[in-house]
């Protein structure tokens, strides 16, 4: 059993950035492959961003590559999403997973533990 708990969520003008944290419980961090998902209000929960175990391999959806980087500190049991060049449309929840499989998971149904989600507003 894993859980996860966000932080870092919050209001900021369009341009801004924010770095989101993914906090980890258990000893078994590092065999899960991670990542990041976003829902914004009347929409489907989408992919943002994966990472592997080691954090060798990533991916980026179309919408934030070049703008968003995710990353992870085994030693610390936690996931980062840096979000720089903020726009309004990043506005949504955004909930990080934990997935058995050690890969980079692109999938939602591919991710067995959820966080509770952290809202990001961006205001233009």
């Known amino acids: 059993q894993v859980q996860l708990v966000e932080s870092g969520g919050g209001l900021v003008q369009a341009g801004g950035s924010l770095r989101l944290s993914c906090a980890a419980s258990?000893?078994?961090?590092?065999?899960?492959?991670m990542g990041w998902f976003r829902q914004a209000p009347g929409k489907e929960r989408d992919v943002v961003a994966a990472?592997?175990?080691?954090?060798?391999?990533?991916y980026y959806a179309d919408s934030v590559k070049g703008r968003f980087t995710i990353s992870r500190d085994n030693a610390k049991n936690t996931v980062y999403l840096q979000m720089n060049s903020l726009k309004p449309e990043d506005t949504a929840v955004y909930y990080c997973?934990?997935?058995?499989?050690?890969?980079?998971?692109?999938?939602?149904?591919?991710?067995?533990?959820w966080g509770q989600g952290t809202q990001v507003t961006v205001s233009s």
């Open positions: 997973a934990a997935a058995k499989d050690r890969r980079t998971v692109v999938a939602g149904t591919g991710y067995d533990y």
């Open positions: 258990g000893r078994t961090f590092s065999r899960y492959g």
């Open positions: 990472i592997s175990w080691s954090g060798g391999s990533t």
